[in-house]
């Protein structure tokens, strides 16, 4: 009997929870809802994290913040207090609100002004486990998230627990964000350094793998990357370590974990037996037992634990890279320890890679950004296999079946990003390269591809179950949009089909269509993809059972297939939830094609769209006993400032000024001003010429300069730098100059004049902005010094 009741109530809530994800949201509290209300107020200040002071963005003066507790049915009102001398926002991540309170400035919701209170109200429609953060640039970083609790009006057997323990993961930097990006941007190896994550070159020949590393610089790429930044903690709850000694033996624990980091994705591992999975991002899945376990950055798991007679359980959540983790401990007594993973081995991913012969390194950044023809691009940067197959990833649908369903007459025409009709050539395309994938029922029609990725198979959702079907009626007309994943790890610009944000349309969609998305990861980090306002089925082998969620993690290389009905208006943003990704430009806005809020006059979604578009500035100055330079850059996504300087102390000078484009990830053209001593070893005459030309990144990462000045004196230089050893960089450049003179008279009897500067030396870092330096120019001579980034 209690076994009958038990899948009842089960049902019940699971209908309860899909029905919710099918009911467009209301603003106002139509049918009289009990109100819980509460009140939040975000400051900058000192905090105390990982046993260093650091300055902090609180709410309600800690890290993270308050914990929302509601019950689903109530009404939520929320007063954000803005205390800090910027704009901020707030997102309720994963709660089914409408539009004007979903809290992204600019596209949905006004920003939160210095010194202004912003009133969110909405009806509390679903039950089980969210989070909130801010959405303004970089402030999630800084410490602007906490948690949130939704009761379910009709407890199902799942939650027979006796205690809740809300986790909130994070990572922390006592670097300012910005200067966070600002690195990035620049380039600079420091953070893999820092935490041991390079793969220097005298460490891949040890390991038998330089044709693995010329296959990558050839496709312009370092080496297999999986996180990007260096972080000197970990938290829990604020804090690296936590310890819950209140439970007793017996005690079932829910545990809500909620993975707010900024950019690190976590391995979960668990002393003692293996917890039961209850939950994922809110939802009911049906139970499973798992003993380690995934978590993307802003997904959400619930998980049941069981308190052991004589002993703690400790989770541990370890950084993807292996490059830190943090603990949690439940009970008193000895501990049981969870197991401890092994680091990632990248030389070994990077021989892997190479022996499948992936065609790797998309562009970030089109030469027409207008013109996308995504099943194009994904074609063409497509992870070739062996006998020529791509790679397709766990479709989880019979694709000929569902095709067959599609009505045709009520797709548009497609626009800028990837809304592409299903026509008859293109079914039959896909339908012959998709044989091999899972059908709606679950069963596997083909062996996968996959297990030829042994690096990257755990990274799948086939363990999550709904525990009822979650199908969308097929009668309605189905749009597609493949959205291929794309970055330039160099420039650290994120993009979607090879279009970062500020230069996209927006995805036009429908309301009452069935919209399907195909993630295609060409990258080699993860992508955790978060779509607002909406839950989604994530397709695998599950089928019609197949799980809904609202944040999908995209494993490098593969593909991920979600799909919703459109069953709302305005609005909304999609973006992966890396935060420096989305700021980076990986986001896209889908829009319902119906009027804007008019509240949102004032506030132009530009503003927003442009945020990956700023200008970052960075310098480099070497100070030695032969010569002092200083470089200086500023540059966005497609234009670009140098200044360089050069003085040695034998009087020989010469400083550049030059303004480049970038017409796509690899080719600029640029235009400036040069100016250098026209007599060696002597100032008394200097020469100033206008410049125009060519650079070009090139195939195994040479950096290559083409140019003609106004005296028409055609010139070409080559540069390269290599890590040799850890923190140990070796670099050289090659510049060449030919007079023919087409301007200056040239001795009689002469054809023409050459010129050429080389420069060889090597740099071995000490921190982020100091390293020794010693190089040998043959205008300047030899000499070493300090190089000063800033």
């Not at 800090?84 to 979903?102: A, R």
């Not at 939650?159 to 990035?184: A, C, G, I, M, Q």
């Not at 209850?278 to 069981?306: C, M, Q, R, W």
């Not at 208006?569 to 990986?586: A, E, K, R």
């Amino acid at each position: 009997m209690e076994k009958h009741l038990f899948a009842v109530l089960l049902i019940v809530v699971s209908i309860n929870l899909t029905n919710a994800q099918q009911t467009p949201s209301l603003e106002g509290n139509v049918d009289n809802l009990p109100v819980r209300e509460y009140h939040l107020t975000l400051d900058e200040e000192m905090v105390h994290i990982a046993g260093e002071e650091s300055m902090g963005m609180t709410i309600n003066g800690s890290i993270p913040g308050p914990t929302l507790n509601f019950k689903e049915g109530e009404y939520a009102v929320i007063y954000v207090k803005n205390e800090m001398e910027e704009e901020t926002s707030i997102h309720w991540h994963g709660l089914l609100l409408p539009n004007f309170y979903d809290g992204v400035p600019y596209l949905t919701t006004p920003p939160i002004e210095p010194g202004k209170i912003q009133k969110y109200e909405f009806p509390l429609i679903q039950a089980g486990t969210y989070w909130y953060h801010s959405h303004t640039m970089l402030q999630e970083q800084s410490g602007v998230y906490g948690s949130i609790v939704i009761e379910p009006q009709i407890p199902s057997a799942a939650y027979n627990y006796d205690h809740d323990e809300v986790l909130v993961l994070s990572d922390w930097t006592f670097e300012k964000p910005r200067n966070v990006l600002r690195n990035l941007k620049r380039g600079n190896e420091w953070y893999s350094i820092k935490k041991g994550t390079a793969t220097p070159l005298n460490r891949v020949i040890a390991r038998g793998a330089l044709g693995a590393q010329l296959d990558f610089w050839r496709q312009r790429m370092e080496g297999a990357d999986i996180a990007d930044i260096y972080y000197p903690a970990f938290l829990t709850n604020g804090d690296t370590v936590q310890h819950y000694t209140k439970y007793e033996a017996g005690d079932k624990v829910r545990l809500r974990i909620i993975n707010a980091a900024a950019s690190t994705q976590f391995w979960l591992t668990f002393g003692g037996t293996p917890p039961l999975l209850v939950s994922a991002d809110g939802l009911d899945v049906v139970p499973v037992n798992k003993e380690k376990l995934f978590i993307s950055i802003a997904e959400t798991y619930d998980l049941i634990i069981t308190i052991p007679e004589n002993g703690q359980i400790e989770m541990r959540a370890v950084a993807q890279d292996g490059s830190g983790a943090t603990h949690a401990y439940f009970g008193s007594g000895d501990i049981l320890p969870a197991e401890v993973l092994p680091r990632p081995d990248k030389i070994g991913m990077m021989m892997q890679m190479a022996e499948m012969d992936m065609r790797m390194g998309a562009p970030a950044m089109k030469f027409n950004p207008g013109k996308v023809e995504p099943y194009e691009f994904m074609k063409e940067w497509g992870m070739d296999m062996e006998h020529g197959e791509k790679m397709e990833g766990d479709m989880g649908m019979d694709h000929d079946k569902k095709m067959g369903n599609m009505d045709r007459q009520r797709m548009p025409e497609m626009d800028h990003d990837a809304h592409e009709p299903m026509t008859d050539s293109l079914r039959a395309e896909r339908s012959s390269s998709e044989k091999t994938q899972t059908s709606e029922k679950g069963q596997q029609r083909g062996g996968s591809n996959m297990s030829k990725m042994g690096m990257f198979a755990d990274y799948n959702y086939d363990f999550l179950q709904a525990p009822v079907p979650t199908t969308i009626d097929e009668t309605k007309s189905e749009r597609e949009i493949l959205l291929n994943l794309t970055g330039n790890m160099w420039r650290y610009i994120w993009s979607m089909n090879g279009v970062p944000l500020a230069e996209a349309d927006m995805i036009k969609i429908e309301k009452g269509e069935k919209v399907r998305i195909i993630f295609n990861n060409l990258t080699m980090m993860h992508h955790p993809m978060h779509f607002h306002g909406h839950f989604f089925r994530v397709l695998n082998k599950h089928g019609a059972y197949s799980p809904l969620k609202h944040t999908v993690n995209v494993a490098p290389m593969q593909k991920t297939i979600i799909e919703f009905e459109a069953n709302e208006d305005s609005d909304w943003f999609l973006h992966c939830h890396v935060l420096y990704h989305m700021v980076g430009g990986m986001a896209r806005a889908v829009t319902y094609q119906t009027e804007r809020n008019p509240l949102m006059k004032e506030h132009p979604r530009e503003i927003l769209f442009q945020e990956g578009n700023h200008f970052f500035t960075w310098g480099l100055a070497d100070v030695a006993s032969h010569m002092t330079e200083v470089n200086v850059v500023s540059s966005n996504i497609r234009n670009q400032f140098n200044l360089i300087a050069e003085y040695g102390w034998n009087e020989n000078l010469e400083a550049e000024f030059s303004y480049e484009y970038y017409l796509n990830d690899w080719f600029r053209v640029f235009g400036g001003v040069n100016v250098e001593n026209e007599m060696k070893d002597n100032l008394d005459e200097l020469s100033t010429t206008a410049v125009a030309g060519v650079r070009y990144f090139t195939p195994y990462m040479f950096n290559l300069d083409v140019r003609l000045d106004h005296k028409l004196r055609p010139q070409i230089s080559l540069s390269r730098e290599i890590m040799l050893f850890p923190r140990f960089v070796i670099f050289g450049e090659y510049e060449f100059q030919a007079d023919f003179g087409w301007v200056n008279e040239l001795p009689e009897g002469t054809d023409f004049e050459k010129e050429q500067v080389y420069t060889v030396g090597a740099e071995y870092f000490l921190s982020r902005n100091f390293s020794l330096m010693g190089s040998y120019d043959n205008r300047f001579g030899a000499g070493g010094g300090l190089s000063i980034r800033f």
